[in-house]
Each structure stands twice: as C-alpha cells, then as structure tokens.
T-cell receptor, first 118, second 113 residues
Framework: GAVVSQHPSRVICKSGTSVKIECRSL??????MFWYRQFPKKSLMLMAT?????????EQGVEKDKFLINHASLTLSTLTVTSAHPEDSSFYIC??????????????FGPGTRLLVL | DQQVKQNSPSLSVQEGRISILNCDYT??????FLWYKKYPAEGPTFLIS?????DKNEDGRFTVFLNKSAKHLSLHIVPSQPGDSAVYFC????????????FGTGTRLKVLA
C-alpha cells in the first residue's frame, strides 16, 4: 500500500514554456502533499506544503507565482512550473501523507520528475 | 543553515558486515526522525523512524539509535547486503502534526560483494 505516482517521469521543454507535473496517491487519501526539489548531490529541499482544498504554503525563497500548486482532490496535487528557464531544471519529487492525526506520520514519496529546460 | 547534517557523503562496507550511517541535527525542537533510502532517479523510500521519546527502534536488519543529548542519530544495517547500496537520507521534524521534514544531505552506501 501507500503508493504515490508522478507524471511525467521526465520532461524536456523550451525556455519560456510552462510544465505541469502531477502527483497522485493511488491507494490512500492524502490530506497533505509536499513538493520537493533536489539538485545534483544535494538534499531534498521542501518547496511547499499543500492541503486539499486550500492554498499551498510555500517555503522561504520559493516563488509562488513561479511554482503554482493545486491540490484539488484528496488524491491529486499538481505543480506547474511557469515560464520555465534553464535554472529550473531539476528533479522534482512529491510526497503524500494520510494525516490521520497520529504522531509522526510517514510521508510516501513519488518516483520523481526530471525536468530539463533548454 | 543546514539543520540536519550527514557528514559522511559516502561509505563502503563489505557484504555481511554492519553499516553505520550517522546523522546530526542542531534544532532541539525536532521530535521525530526518519531514515529514507533512495536509488538514482527515484523517489525516497521510507525505512524506519523514531520518536524522541525513544532511544532505539528496530525493524529487521535496520535499527535506528537516537542520542538526544548529543543531537545525534544513527542507522545500523546488519548484515549489509549488496541491495542495500543506495543513498540514505535522514530527516527530522518538529512538533506533532506539522509533517514538515528537514532532510540531511545524504550518505551514499556501497555494499561490496
């Protein structure tokens, strides 16, 4: 159980275009979803936290107009990289949590999306 | 400011021996800690976790130890297997219910057959 999928797994786009990445929890309802970014040989950096039906909470330094997050249902969150530029090239990973109220609930991660902006 | 640190970027261990991965943290408010395993181009996979009310948690070949006074945790894998070769991240969170994880920089473990 606790499977999270991401689509697409890899995307190459031209500079200036927008790219949408989907994150789905396949066998559980995810009240909370998280979006991370990983640079080569670096840690996972939390970009934002989204709760179903409400606005995402962005971490300091992350442009909310640049990285649009929508959490429209309990099984789907989307990250849209608007007007992508080469510096946005990275590995984007989502995670989901059931948030049943128990201490220290585990986040389940998707397989990640490799974005390359030319 | 790196609140969670993994000072060893890589570690090589012989198959069958013990692997010990270390993690240090600076924020005394952290009360929940986790270890994740990650293969290249894949998302992290949850391994084991520990609450700050405990100092040890064991799950099969994996044991996590927590030393709150030293702000240090470690993951022991015994016996190590070639399939354990991956990057291991420790993560920490503060306050029940916030679910916000701070990740370390990772340690690449290579288990030699």
């Amino acid at each position: 159980g606790a499977v999270v999928s991401q689509h697409p797994s890899r995307v190459i786009c031209k500079s200036g275009t927008s790219v949408k990445i989907e994150c789905r929890s396949l066998d559980f309802q995810a009240t909370t979803m998280f979006w991370y970014r990983q640079f080569p040989k670096k840690s996972l950096m939390l970009m934002a936290t989204s709760n179903e039906g409400s606005k995402a909470t962005y971490e300091q330094g992350v442009e909310k107009d640049k990285f649009l997050i929508n959490h429209a249902s309990l099984t789907l969150s989307t990250l849209t990289v608007t007007s992508a530029h080469p510096e946005d090239s990275s590995f984007y990973i989502c995670s989901a949590s059931q948030r049943s109220g128990q201490q220290g609930e585990t986040q389940y991660f998707g397989p990640g999306t490799r974005l390359l902006v030319l | 400011d790196q609140q969670v640190k993994q000072n060893s970027p890589s570690l090589s261990v012989q198959e069958g021996r013990i692997s010990i991965l270390n993690c240090d943290y600076t924020n005394s408010m952290f009360d929940y800690f986790l270890w994740y395993k990650k293969y290249p181009a894949e998302g992290p996979t949850f391994l084991i976790s520990i609450s700050s009310i405990k100092d040890k948690n064991e799950d099969g070949r994996f044991t996590v130890f927590l030393n709150k006074s030293a702000k240090h945790l470690s993951l022991h894998i015994v016996p190590s297997q070639p399939g354990d070769s991956a990057v291991y991240f420790c993560a920490a969170s503060a306050q029940q219910g916030t679910y916000k994880y701070i990740f370390g920089t990772g340690t690449r473990l290579k288990v030699l057959a």
